[in-house]
Structures are given as structure tokens and as C-alpha cells.
């Protein structure tokens, strides 16, 4: 039996996108990784994350282990909530629905808003897995360039007026990461976000905001989106993946009542109570203002450690953008294919993410690459981009 020909018209299409994961290079064991988007292993909180688990199950038994959570789970979106009033949003509790990550946000809200006629705006380049889920949905995109200081939200301006003059289909939703972007570690100014959002007044398009790095700034505190919008058109994706511990999988997204509610339609009980009540109660007994004040003090470090080998060892011919935040450097090199350079950087010794997987058409991306500075230490950041200066070198 030929299981293909039950597959619906749209999962076959989606088939015949790239499969997901395809841009994760093969890393030897000996390789700097500067490819690594997520924590150093000891920024991870380990102990305090095994005594939370400990005393959880000390004072709720079994309860974290059944279907339907705990007492702790339930606790969750009050927790968010406080910790989203910090950055001025106001959200109630049942206004917060919490997810299996950030990536299960984007995902559920591109399954309510999104079918094959759907037009969606993003930034180009942007975040490969927010690509691949779209993508899952709909092929009709409208791409906006940016900047060292964000989308060009003059250019989003410019097409979507052309667009409508033309009687083309208008974006339904547009998909933004407007503080320490991945890949390219930029932070939309306060002027072009306020342009956004009257933009998607004008034109009546939802904005699906993911800050999965906006509390990793090293200077100055970014103001979300949300807190300019005045019209419910931002939908809000956080996580703590970036700043607790990927793998408990903890996100949400902040909207009306009314979009919670229909998403958790297409959510039902695909939570993971024992992660959720985990989460819980580590934010119960560990103080988030200290660990991230700890987080913004090592980042910046490591991000100075960065830019600074990168300004000693790299020839003219390459340039990148100077972050504010974040995991991230973006780095052109000119006539340059970053993906042939991967594999002569791994071969001595350092690894990166070529810049083609961020864009919708990889020939864009061609002579670009990511660089991240969370994984490894400032020693290792230093060798790794003396390595890959090596490689650039004898090319």
C-alpha cells in the first residue's frame, strides 16, 4: 500500500519543502561551535532545576505525573503574566496561553490563520523555523529587507501600497522578531516599530511578534511591540528557552481571550504538565531579575569577545552587524559561497550556519553567515574566529 496517496493535498505539498532540520550542519567532534543557537552548558541551572523537580514531587506526590497537572501548572500563566508587566504589557491570565515553545506558538497560530490562498510578510532574512512551519501552510510570501537597524519598514510600507493599488492579495499576517533578530542580532528602532504598527492599522494585518531574546539586551531594555499596540494586531510569542533551559520546551503567546481560546481549539491537552509544573516551581524558588542580570553580564562579554577577534584577525572584504542582545552576529564576506566555506572551517576546526537556510530563496543568503556567541566560552569564541580567519585566508 502506498500510504502517500492518503496524504492531504496540503501535507503533500508541504512534502515538498526542504524536511525540517535540513540546516543543521554535521559538527565534528573537535569543532568550535559558533553554530550552536542555545545556552552553554554551564549557564544551564542544573541544581537548582533538580531541586525544584525534588521538592515538587515531595509536596505534590504524584500529581505532576497524570494527564491533567498540578496545582503548580496551573500557577504558570500567573507567573508569566507578572514577568510580561515588567516589560509594560498587560495581559490577564487567561489571556496568556502557555506551549510546548515558542515554535508551538508559531505553529498553532499559523494552523488558525493560515491556508494556501494566505499571504504572510517576513523578514528576510529570517528565523528557518518559523519559515518551515509557514511554509507547512501557505507558499505565498512577501519578503522585507533589512538593515542594521531592523526591517525596512519604509520598503514594507512602499510594497504593501503597491500591492493594493495593483488589487494583489493583501498579508494577513506578518512575522516579526523586533528585538536581537535571528539571525542577524538587530533591534528594529523604536521609530520604524511605531511605523509597523500603523501600518498594520492601515492595512489590517496581524503582527505575530516572538521575543524569544527581548529580555537578553545589554544596554537598554527593548519596547515590544505589543506595548504600542492599541488594536489587539499583535499577537505575542515568548519563551524560556533562551534564558532557563531549552529543553523543558516552556513558551506562549499573549493575545485576546478570544484567540486564546481558539487556539487552545487546536492545542487541546498536548501540554507536558510535568515540564510546565517543573518550570513552575523553579521560578517559585529561584529570583529571574538575578539570573538574567548574570545572563546579560556574560552574553555582552562574550559578544565583546566577538566583535573584538573579529576585528583583529577578519580581512576588508568581510563586515557584520554589531548586536544589541541576543545569541548572534550576522557577517557578510564578499563573493564568497558561505556553504562551500563550512565545510573548510569544520575541517579546521570551527563551525557556523550558513546564511542561505534564513532566506526563502537561498541565493540570497549566499555570501552571508551566522556566528553565535552564547554556546562557547570567550577563549574558544576567540580561537573559533581566528580558525575560520585562517580558512578565509587561502581562499
Request: proline share 6%; charged share 25%; aromatic share 10%.
Amino acid at each position: 500500500m502506498n500510504i502517500d496517496q492518503l496524504f492531504s493535498s496540503t501535507t503533500k505539498k508541504a512534502l515538498q519543502n526542504d524536511p525540517p532540520g535540513e540546516w543543521m550542519p554535521n559538527i565534528p567532534a573537535n569543532c568550535l561551535r559558533l553554530s550552536s543557537g542555545f545556552p552553554a552548558p554551564n549557564v544551564v541551572p542544573v541544581t537548582e532545576l533538580k531541586q525544584a523537580v525534588t521538592n515538587l514531587l515531595d509536596q505534590e506526590q504524584d500529581l505532576p505525573l497524570h494527564y491533567v497537572g498540578t496545582p503548580k501548572m496551573e500557577l504558570l500563566p500567573e507567573q508569566i503574566k507578572h514577568r510580561l508587566e515588567q516589560r509594560a504589557l498587560s495581559f490577564s491570565s487567561d489571556e496568556i496561553l502557555v506551549t510546548a515553545g515558542a515554535c508551538q506558538a508559531i505553529d498553532l497560530i499559523a494552523r488558525v490563520l493560515l491556508d494556501e490562498q494566505s499571504v504572510v510578510a517576513v523578514e528576510s532574512p529570517t528565523y528557518m523555523e518559523a519559515l518551515e512551519m509557514f511554509q507547512n501552510y501557505t507558499h505565498q510570501f512577501i519578503e522585507i529587507p533589512m538593515d542594521e537597524h531592523g526591517m525596512k519598514t519604509d520598503e514594507l510600507a512602499h510594497v504593501l501600497a503597491e500591492r493594493k493599488e495593483q488589487g494583489l492579495p493583501m498579508p494577513k499576517l506578518l512575522y516579526t522578531i523586533p528585538s536581537f533578530q535571528n539571525p542577524t542580532g538587530t533591534t528594529l528602532t523604536n521609530e520604524r516599530r511605531r511605523h509597523l504598527i500603523k501600518l498594520s492599522e492601515h492595512y489590517q494585518f496581524l503582527i505575530l511578534e516572538d521575543d524569544a531574546y527581548g529580555e537578553l539586551y545589554f544596554d537598554e531594555l527593548p519596547i515590544p511591540l505589543s506595548a504600542m499596540d492599541t488594536e489587539n494586531r499583535v499577537l505575542y510569542v515568548g519563551s524560556l528557552s533562551k534564558v532557563i533551559a531549552p529543553g523543558l520546551r516552556i513558551g506562549w503567546v499573549a493575545t485576546t481571550k478570544e484567540m486564546v481560546q481558539t487556539l487552545f481549539w487546536f492545542k487541546k491537552d498536548l501540554d507536558h504538565p510535568f515540564a510546565q509544573a517543573i518550570m513552575s516551581q523553579y521560578l517559585n524558588e529561584n529570583p529571574l531579575d538575578r539570573r538574567l542580570k548574570e545572563l546579560r553580564t556574560a552574553y555582552k562579554e562574550k559578544c565583546d569577545t566577538m566583535l573584538e577577534a573579529l576585528e583583529q584577525y577578519m580581512p576588508r572584504h568581510v563586515s557584520w552587524y554589531v548586536p544589541e542582545g541576543g545569541y548572534f552576529v550576522w557577517l557578510k564576506i564578499s563573493n564568497i559561497d558561505t556553504s562551500a566555506l563550512l565545510d573548510d572551517a569544520t575541517k579546521n576546526g570551527v563551525s557556523f550556519l550558513p546564511g542561505k537556510y534564513f532566506f526563502l530563496h537561498e541565493e540570497e543568503g549566499r555570501e552571508w553567515l551566522r556566528l553565535s556567541f552564547s554556546y562557547e566560552e570567550k577563549e574558544e569564541i576567540q580561537q573559533g574566529i581566528k580558525r575560520l580567519s585562517e580558512v578565509l585566508s587561502q581562499m
